[in-house]
Structures are given as C-alpha cells and as structure tokens.
C-alpha cells in the first residue's frame, strides 16, 4: 500500500522508548491520523478489548512497538512474563489486524531471535537453525512466533504483513532503571551517578555485569523510527528484515566511550557473577541497504544525545528503586 498522510495509523506501545520515536517521526513527516492507547487505557493482552478497540478505531495501517521488554536480567528472572504476554500482546494485534482487513502491519522483535552460536554477522536466513541464548530464549521464542506468524499471513493471505528485526537500541525515552534496563542506559546513569558522589576528591567505582567481552552492536532509536518510516512507505516485498548499523563493540569499549561522554574518572568493577549473554550479536544489514536504507547517526553521537535527555529528565527517575 501507498500510505497518505490521513491513513489511520495505530502505532502499538506508543509511551515507549520506540513507539514515542516512530510517533514524533510520523508527525513531523506530517501523518496526521496517529492512534495511541496507553497499556492502562487498552491492555493489550486481553483479546476481547482488543477487538472492541479494532472495531472502533478502524486502523489502516498497525505498527507494534508494544511488547515486554527488558535487559538481560529481567528477561532471565521473569521467563512466563516475557515468553506469555508478548505472545498475547501480538497475537492480539496481529489476528485483529487480519480479521479487520488492515493493509499493512510492521512487527518489530528482536536480533535475539537468531541462534546463539550463529555466524556473524547474522542474516535472515539464520532464523531456526540452532538453539538460543538461554537467557532470553522466553522473549526470543515469543518473537520469533510473532514472525512466523506474520510470515504465514504473508503465505497464505497475500497481506503485507513483515518483520523488523532491530538491534539493541538506545535514546531518549529509554528505561533507565538499573534492575529491569539494557546495557547501554544503565551504564549512563551509573557512570553519571558515580561521577556525582565523590569519597575523599576520588570519584566512585561503578559495577558492571558479566565479563565485559561480549560484542553488541547498538542503534539510535531515531534512525530505527526512520527505518520503521521506510518499511511503511516502501513495498519491501519480504518477510523479515535486520535493522542495525552493521557494526559492534565490546562491553567494555562501549564502558569506555561513556566513562568518556559522561566524564567519569574512577575505576570500573566487573561483576563475572551476572550472565553475559550470548557472544555476540552483529546483524548483517546488507537487505536493508539494498532495499534502500541506512543508519545515520553514529554510536558516539547518539549517546551524546541520549545523555543530554537523561540530564534533562533525571528527575523522573529518582523514585526508581535501584
Ligand atoms: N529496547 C531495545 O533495545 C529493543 C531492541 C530490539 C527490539 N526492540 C523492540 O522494540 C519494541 C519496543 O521496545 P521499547 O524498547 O520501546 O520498550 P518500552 O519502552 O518498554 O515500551 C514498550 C511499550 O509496550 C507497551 N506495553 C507493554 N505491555 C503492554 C500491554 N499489556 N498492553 C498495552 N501496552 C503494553 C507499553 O505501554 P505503556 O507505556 O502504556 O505501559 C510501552 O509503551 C519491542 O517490540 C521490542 O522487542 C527493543
Ligand atoms: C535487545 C535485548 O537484549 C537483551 O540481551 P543483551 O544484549 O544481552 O542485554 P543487555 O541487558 O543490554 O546486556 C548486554 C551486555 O551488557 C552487560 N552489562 C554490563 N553491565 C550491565 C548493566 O549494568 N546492565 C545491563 N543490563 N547489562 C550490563 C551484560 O552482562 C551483557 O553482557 C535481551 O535479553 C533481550 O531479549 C533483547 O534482545
């Protein structure tokens, strides 16, 4: 479909760090017709408000950004939660969508999805060909049946119903508590935090988890929003599509460079008693190119950002239990 700047577009888990992105891109692009309902006005795991809300609403195009999302400890610590409501979150919007005739629907999962062990970087053509990392293999399954069950839509109906795949992200409007958030925003309020509280003229040491020898690759939310925008307005023609800058990091470089943007000077512990996760996780963004699109803002310049919102609206996060 050709989307006009009045289609109805219901973007799912728009309060949330990527929905918020894809929102303010959409507006300023000039979409005009943007539906959003807090997880408090429509839970999204309950099948039966989900229908009255597609009824009513009458969506042309779906993007699902809604999900149960958390860094590495929250998705080992609460396995049900983040296999079971992302699986009903998204086969609600998704059966929904379909049932109501919705033209175009965009999920978004997870770079997860791809074996542990895969070789790098990783291509589409990956997906179920070896077993997961463990401590997300919850989250990842429910992703990964989101996908196929977008795929078999795709297959059978002849829908445009695809997949992105986004890497680790970060920007504003992430999740800054340190039990339940990525790597990236929790190493800026750390770090930021222990710049803070100096002990005798000396800066405080800040704990990080695992090794530190993991390899990440990270993307600004920003240009993941540009990249939703371009999946929206451009017939790709395929199921699923890595979305990432096609380059990574170790850990402890990424400690580095935000020891540097923050300005932190004391020492770093690594905490080898919490999980590293799986080795590395470098997508092959070589079908997006193609198609078109490229990430634009680099790693170093996005935490800048994302550390000018942080200093902005800390505040917000002082009632956060640590
Ligand atoms: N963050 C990352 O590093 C990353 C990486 C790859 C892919 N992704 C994908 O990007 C998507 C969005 O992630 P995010 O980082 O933006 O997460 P987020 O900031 O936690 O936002 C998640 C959103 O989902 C909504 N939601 C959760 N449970 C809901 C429910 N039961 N009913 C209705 N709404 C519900 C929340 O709504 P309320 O705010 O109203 O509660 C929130 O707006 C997810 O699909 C995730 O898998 C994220
Ligand atoms: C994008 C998401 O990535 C998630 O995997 P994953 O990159 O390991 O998740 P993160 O939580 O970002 O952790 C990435 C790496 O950073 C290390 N790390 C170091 N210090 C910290 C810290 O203070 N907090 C956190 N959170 N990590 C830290 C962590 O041990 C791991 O090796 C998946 O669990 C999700 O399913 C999802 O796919």
């Not at 990842?140 to 002849?158: D, H, L, N, P, S």
């Amino acid at each position: 479909m050709n989307p006009k700047l009045n289609t109805r577009i219901y973007i799912a888990g728009h309060r949330g760090m990527v929905g918020s992105a894809i929102w303010r891109a959409l507006e300023a692009k000039g979409y005009s017709n943007l539906i959003g309902t807090s997880s408090s006005e429509l839970d999204l795991r309950n099948q039966a408000a989900v229908h009255d809300f597609f009824t009513n609403e009458k969506p042309e195009v779906v993007i699902d950004a809604a999900a149960r999302v958390g860094g590495i400890l929250a998705n080992a610590s609460f396995p049900y939660q983040f296999l079971m409501e992302n699986m009903q979150i998204q086969n609600n919007l998704i059966d929904e969508a379909l049932k109501l005739d919705v033209q175009k629907f965009i999920f978004l999962g997870s770079s997860c999805i791809y074996p542990k062990l895969a070789p790098q970087p990783l291509k589409e053509d990956y997906l179920l060909t070896g077993p997961l990392e463990p401590t997300n293999e919850w989250y990842a399954v429910a992703k990964i049946t989101g996908v196929k069950t977008c795929e078999a839509i795709r297959k059978q109906f002849g829908k445009d119903f695809s997949s992105l795949m986004p890497t680790n992200l970060y920007g504003p409007f992430d999740n800054f508590d340190l039990n339940t958030s990525h790597v990236l925003p929790a190493m800026i309020r750390k770090l930021h935090e222990a710049k803070q509280s100096t002990v005798d003229g000396q800066q405080s040491t800040v704990t990080l988890w695992g090794t530190g020898s993991p390899m990440r690759e990270f993307l600004f939310v920003e240009d993941l929003a540009e990249a939703v925008i371009f999946a929206l307005e451009n017939n790709l023609g395929d199921n699923l599509y890595n979305v990432g800058t096609g380059e990574d990091l170790s850990i402890k470089d990424l400690a580095l460079l935000i020891q540097k943007i923050v300005g932190h000077t004391g020492e770093i512990i690594w905490d080898s008693s919490k999980p590293d996760g799986t080795p590395r996780k470098l997508m092959d963004v070589s079908k997006m190119t193609q198609a078109g699109w490229k990430a634009k803002t680099g790693l170093e310049e996005g935490i800048r950002k994302t550390y000018a919102w942080f200093l902005k609206n800390q505040e917000n996060f002082k009632e956060v239990k640590i």
